[in-house]
């Protein structure tokens, strides 16, 4: 079974502040994305990154940064943290067509 | 642009009757179209996938037939089950791209 880790699971942070969310993927997926997930909105492509060293913008990547450092981490930065970037995060790694993708347990932040 | 469309935010059923889900899409590529599932407090799951013009594709009990001339691929049971009280979006990819992009997700709950 594939397997997607986040870290960390919850998170609150203040407005203004620098939030890390983690991903770590041992399918040895080349690809390998963050979205997030809103009541009304479905999931919305943040960033994807095809391999190590890449990352790509997504179709939301205002106020967020992404860092993909090896094969396996894919990491999501948010410089500056503000209430309406509260969610709950979700990190996926896809095969190499990005068809099935293996989503991890996701993250829930929320900026005060 | 490329879009999922998903008319019903929220359905709910008695147990044993059934369901269909629509699902919309547009695009001027090659479509390939998912249904993912949620259920909840879990990550989002493949349920079942499709390229083939007028070909039903089905995966535990569910069923999907992509038709091409009217850009659907709406999500059926004959038959719910309470464990089938869930988040399902549909999603989109086009031919040259590895990105999906989800509709809005339908919440199904399915009542005794």
């Known amino acids: 079974e594939a397997a997607v880790t986040q870290s960390p699971r919850n998170k609150v942070a203040v407005t203004g502040g620098k939030v890390t969310l983690s991903c770590n993927q041992t399918n040895n997926h080349n690809n390998m994305y963050w979205y997030r997930q809103d009541t009304g909105h479905g999931l919305r492509l943040i960033h994807y990154?095809?391999?190590?060293?890449?990352?790509e913008k997504g179709d939301i990547p205002d106020g967020y940064k992404a860092s993909r450092p090896s094969q396996e981490n894919f990491s999501l930065i948010l410089e500056l943290a503000t209430p309406s970037q509260t969610s709950v995060y979700f990190c996926?790694?896809?095969?190499?067509?990005?068809?099935?993708?293996?989503f991890g347990p996701g993250t829930r932040l929320l900026v005060l | 642009g490329d879009s999922v469309t998903q008319t019903e935010g929220l359905v709910t059923l008695t147990k044993g009757l059934p369901v269909m889900l629509n699902c919309t899409y547009q695009?001027?590529?090659?479509?390939?179209l998912f249904w993912y599932v949620q259920h909840l407090n879990e990550a989002p799951k493949l349920l079942l996938k499709s390229s083939t013009d007028n070909k039903r594709t089905e995966h535990q009990g569910f069923y999907a037939t992509l038709h091409k001339s009217s850009s659907s691929f709406h999500l059926q049971k004959s038959s719910v089950q309470l464990s089938d009280s869930a988040l399902y979006f549909c999603?989109?990819?086009?031919?040259?791209?590895?990105?999906?992009?989800f509709g809005s997700g339908t919440k199904l709950t399915v009542e005794p």
């Open positions: 990154s095809y391999g190590a060293g890449s990352t």
């Open positions: 695009t001027t590529y090659s479509p390939f």
């Open positions: 996926a790694s896809g095969d190499a067509k990005g068809d099935t993708q293996y």
């Open positions: 999603a989109l990819r086009m031919s040259n791209y590895n990105v999906l992009y």
